[in-house]
T-cell receptor, first 117, second 112 residues
Protein backbone atom coordinates (compact mmCIF):
# COMPACT_ATOMS: atom_id res chain seq x y z
CA UNK A 1 0.00 0.00 0.00
CA UNK A 2 1.20 3.50 -0.78
CA UNK A 3 2.35 5.53 2.17
CA UNK A 4 5.20 6.36 4.51
CA UNK A 5 7.22 3.44 5.85
CA UNK A 6 9.35 3.78 8.97
CA UNK A 7 11.81 1.25 10.34
CA UNK A 8 12.44 0.04 12.95
CA UNK A 9 9.21 0.26 14.96
CA UNK A 10 11.02 -0.12 18.28
CA UNK A 11 14.63 0.46 19.30
CA UNK A 12 16.58 0.52 22.55
CA UNK A 13 19.96 2.26 22.54
CA UNK A 14 22.65 2.78 25.12
CA UNK A 15 23.82 6.31 25.81
CA UNK A 16 26.45 7.30 23.28
CA UNK A 17 25.42 4.85 20.58
CA UNK A 18 24.51 6.06 17.12
CA UNK A 19 21.81 4.82 14.81
CA UNK A 20 19.74 5.72 11.76
CA UNK A 21 15.96 5.77 11.62
CA UNK A 22 14.77 4.94 8.14
CA UNK A 23 11.90 6.61 6.30
CA UNK A 24 10.65 5.93 2.78
CA UNK A 25 7.61 7.18 0.86
CA UNK A 26 6.27 6.03 -2.49
CA UNK A 27 3.88 8.88 -3.25
CA UNK A 28 6.41 11.08 -5.05
CA UNK A 29 6.01 13.76 -2.38
CA UNK A 30 8.45 16.65 -2.52
CA UNK A 31 8.32 17.54 1.17
CA UNK A 32 9.48 15.25 3.98
CA UNK A 33 9.84 15.92 7.68
CA UNK A 34 10.84 14.32 10.95
CA UNK A 35 8.94 15.01 14.16
CA UNK A 36 9.36 13.80 17.69
CA UNK A 37 6.42 13.31 20.01
CA UNK A 38 6.78 13.59 23.77
CA UNK A 39 3.97 13.37 26.34
CA UNK A 40 2.04 16.60 26.66
CA UNK A 41 4.08 18.37 23.99
CA UNK A 42 2.46 17.42 20.73
CA UNK A 43 4.77 16.98 17.75
CA UNK A 44 7.92 19.04 17.34
CA UNK A 45 9.76 19.43 14.06
CA UNK A 46 13.34 18.13 14.01
CA UNK A 47 14.44 18.51 10.36
CA UNK A 48 12.67 18.87 7.07
CA UNK A 49 13.36 18.71 3.35
CA UNK A 50 11.67 20.42 0.42
CA UNK A 51 13.28 18.16 -2.17
CA UNK A 52 16.19 15.87 -2.94
CA UNK A 53 19.46 17.45 -1.89
CA UNK A 54 17.80 20.13 0.26
CA UNK A 55 17.39 19.92 4.04
CA UNK A 56 16.87 22.42 6.83
CA UNK A 57 16.57 22.52 10.59
CA UNK A 58 13.31 22.56 12.45
CA UNK A 59 12.52 23.45 16.02
CA UNK A 60 14.65 20.81 17.82
CA UNK A 61 17.53 19.78 15.50
CA UNK A 62 20.36 19.33 18.02
CA UNK A 63 21.75 15.80 18.14
CA UNK A 64 20.22 14.78 14.80
CA UNK A 65 21.42 14.77 11.20
CA UNK A 66 19.49 14.19 7.99
CA UNK A 67 20.19 13.83 4.29
CA UNK A 68 17.93 13.56 1.23
CA UNK A 69 19.74 11.88 -1.63
CA UNK A 70 16.53 10.69 -3.31
CA UNK A 71 12.91 11.86 -3.36
CA UNK A 72 11.80 8.64 -1.66
CA UNK A 73 14.14 8.40 1.34
CA UNK A 74 14.79 10.69 4.30
CA UNK A 75 16.86 8.97 7.04
CA UNK A 76 17.33 10.51 10.48
CA UNK A 77 20.66 9.91 12.22
CA UNK A 78 21.24 10.10 15.94
CA UNK A 79 24.92 10.91 16.34
CA UNK A 80 25.42 10.06 20.03
CA UNK A 81 22.21 8.99 21.71
CA UNK A 82 21.19 10.63 24.99
CA UNK A 83 18.33 9.78 27.37
CA UNK A 84 16.68 13.09 26.39
CA UNK A 85 16.19 11.62 22.92
CA UNK A 86 13.86 8.95 24.27
CA UNK A 87 10.71 9.66 22.28
CA UNK A 88 8.44 8.52 19.49
CA UNK A 89 9.70 9.66 16.09
CA UNK A 90 7.44 10.25 13.12
CA UNK A 91 8.37 10.76 9.52
CA UNK A 92 5.89 12.55 7.27
CA UNK A 93 5.63 13.57 3.62
CA UNK A 94 3.54 15.96 1.54
CA UNK A 95 3.11 17.45 -1.90
CA UNK A 96 4.65 20.89 -2.23
CA UNK A 97 1.49 22.63 -3.35
CA UNK A 98 -2.25 22.40 -3.04
CA UNK A 99 -2.55 20.75 -6.41
CA UNK A 100 -5.66 18.91 -7.49
CA UNK A 101 -6.21 15.97 -5.19
CA UNK A 102 -3.65 17.12 -2.65
CA UNK A 103 -5.00 18.23 0.70
CA UNK A 104 -1.91 20.13 1.77
CA UNK A 105 -1.61 17.94 4.81
CA UNK A 106 1.24 15.63 5.64
CA UNK A 107 0.94 11.83 5.54
CA UNK A 108 2.59 10.27 8.58
CA UNK A 109 4.34 6.97 9.11
CA UNK A 110 3.42 4.76 12.05
CA UNK A 111 6.41 5.88 14.13
CA UNK A 112 9.58 4.57 15.74
CA UNK A 113 9.55 4.26 19.51
CA UNK A 114 13.09 4.92 20.74
CA UNK A 115 14.35 4.38 24.28
CA UNK A 116 17.84 5.51 25.29
CA UNK A 117 19.16 4.00 28.51
CA UNK B 1 9.49 27.34 19.13
CA UNK B 2 5.85 28.11 18.75
CA UNK B 3 3.19 25.58 19.55
CA UNK B 4 -0.51 26.03 19.23
CA UNK B 5 -2.71 26.06 22.33
CA UNK B 6 -5.36 23.39 22.21
CA UNK B 7 -8.24 23.00 24.62
CA UNK B 8 -9.42 21.09 26.38
CA UNK B 9 -6.39 18.90 27.08
CA UNK B 10 -8.62 15.91 27.67
CA UNK B 11 -12.28 15.09 27.87
CA UNK B 12 -14.46 12.19 28.87
CA UNK B 13 -17.82 12.06 27.17
CA UNK B 14 -20.66 9.59 26.80
CA UNK B 15 -21.47 7.90 23.53
CA UNK B 16 -23.89 10.01 21.52
CA UNK B 17 -22.73 13.35 22.89
CA UNK B 18 -21.34 16.13 20.74
CA UNK B 19 -17.74 17.25 21.24
CA UNK B 20 -16.08 20.60 20.66
CA UNK B 21 -12.41 21.49 20.81
CA UNK B 22 -10.42 24.48 19.68
CA UNK B 23 -6.96 25.63 18.81
CA UNK B 24 -5.54 29.14 19.17
CA UNK B 25 -2.34 30.82 18.05
CA UNK B 26 -0.60 34.14 18.50
CA UNK B 27 0.32 34.01 14.80
CA UNK B 28 -1.70 33.91 11.62
CA UNK B 29 -1.89 30.70 9.62
CA UNK B 30 -2.97 30.24 6.01
CA UNK B 31 -3.91 26.59 6.36
CA UNK B 32 -5.39 24.79 9.33
CA UNK B 33 -5.36 21.01 9.58
CA UNK B 34 -6.96 18.61 12.02
CA UNK B 35 -5.45 15.19 12.68
CA UNK B 36 -6.47 12.18 14.77
CA UNK B 37 -3.96 9.81 16.32
CA UNK B 38 -4.88 6.31 17.46
CA UNK B 39 -2.67 4.53 20.00
CA UNK B 40 0.57 3.26 18.46
CA UNK B 41 -0.10 4.94 15.12
CA UNK B 42 0.85 8.14 13.36
CA UNK B 43 -1.58 11.05 13.01
CA UNK B 44 -4.14 10.77 10.22
CA UNK B 45 -5.51 13.84 8.45
CA UNK B 46 -9.22 14.48 9.10
CA UNK B 47 -9.95 17.91 7.67
CA UNK B 48 -7.99 20.67 5.90
CA UNK B 49 -9.08 24.33 5.86
CA UNK B 50 -7.68 26.96 3.47
CA UNK B 51 -9.69 30.18 3.87
CA UNK B 52 -10.66 32.36 6.82
CA UNK B 53 -14.26 31.64 7.78
CA UNK B 54 -14.32 28.35 5.91
CA UNK B 55 -16.52 25.61 7.37
CA UNK B 56 -15.79 22.07 6.21
CA UNK B 57 -17.37 18.73 7.14
CA UNK B 58 -16.15 15.15 6.95
CA UNK B 59 -18.96 12.85 8.06
CA UNK B 60 -19.72 13.63 11.70
CA UNK B 61 -16.76 16.01 11.90
CA UNK B 62 -17.01 19.72 11.20
CA UNK B 63 -14.13 22.17 11.38
CA UNK B 64 -13.94 25.93 10.97
CA UNK B 65 -11.12 28.26 10.05
CA UNK B 66 -11.42 31.28 12.36
CA UNK B 67 -12.02 34.72 10.87
CA UNK B 68 -8.89 36.13 12.50
CA UNK B 69 -6.86 33.23 11.03
CA UNK B 70 -5.48 32.68 14.53
CA UNK B 71 -7.86 29.94 15.58
CA UNK B 72 -9.75 26.88 14.46
CA UNK B 73 -12.49 24.69 15.87
CA UNK B 74 -13.39 21.03 15.52
CA UNK B 75 -16.78 19.56 16.36
CA UNK B 76 -17.70 15.88 16.48
CA UNK B 77 -21.39 15.07 16.51
CA UNK B 78 -22.96 11.98 18.05
CA UNK B 79 -19.69 10.52 19.31
CA UNK B 80 -19.05 6.77 19.08
CA UNK B 81 -16.42 4.62 20.84
CA UNK B 82 -14.07 4.63 17.83
CA UNK B 83 -13.73 8.42 18.17
CA UNK B 84 -11.35 7.73 21.07
CA UNK B 85 -7.88 9.10 20.40
CA UNK B 86 -5.82 12.25 20.42
CA UNK B 87 -6.86 15.10 18.15
CA UNK B 88 -4.23 17.56 16.96
CA UNK B 89 -4.60 20.84 15.18
CA UNK B 90 -1.79 22.04 12.94
CA UNK B 91 -1.10 25.31 11.17
CA UNK B 92 0.80 26.09 8.01
CA UNK B 93 2.06 29.51 6.87
CA UNK B 94 2.43 30.64 3.27
CA UNK B 95 6.11 30.79 2.43
CA UNK B 96 6.92 28.08 4.94
CA UNK B 97 4.58 25.54 3.46
CA UNK B 98 6.99 22.73 4.19
CA UNK B 99 6.56 23.14 7.96
CA UNK B 100 3.62 22.42 10.21
CA UNK B 101 3.19 23.77 13.73
CA UNK B 102 1.20 21.38 15.91
CA UNK B 103 -1.06 21.88 18.86
CA UNK B 104 -0.53 20.02 22.10
CA UNK B 105 -3.48 17.71 21.47
CA UNK B 106 -6.89 16.92 22.95
CA UNK B 107 -7.29 13.40 24.33
CA UNK B 108 -10.85 12.16 23.85
CA UNK B 109 -12.31 9.22 25.72
CA UNK B 110 -15.82 7.98 25.03
CA UNK B 111 -17.76 5.92 27.53
CA UNK B 112 -20.70 3.75 26.69
Amino acid sequence: NAGVTQTPKFQVLKTGQSMTLQCAQDMNHEYMSWYRQDPGMGLRLIHYSVGAGITDQGEVPNGYNVSRSTTEDFPLRLLSAAPSQTSVYFCASSYSSLSAGASGGYTFGSGTRLTVV
Amino acid sequence: GQQLNQSPQSMFIQEGEDVSMNCTSSSIFNTWLWYKQDPGEGPVLLIALYKAGELTSNGRLTAQFGITRKDSFLNISASIPSDVGIYFCAGRVTGTASKLTFGTGTRLQVTL
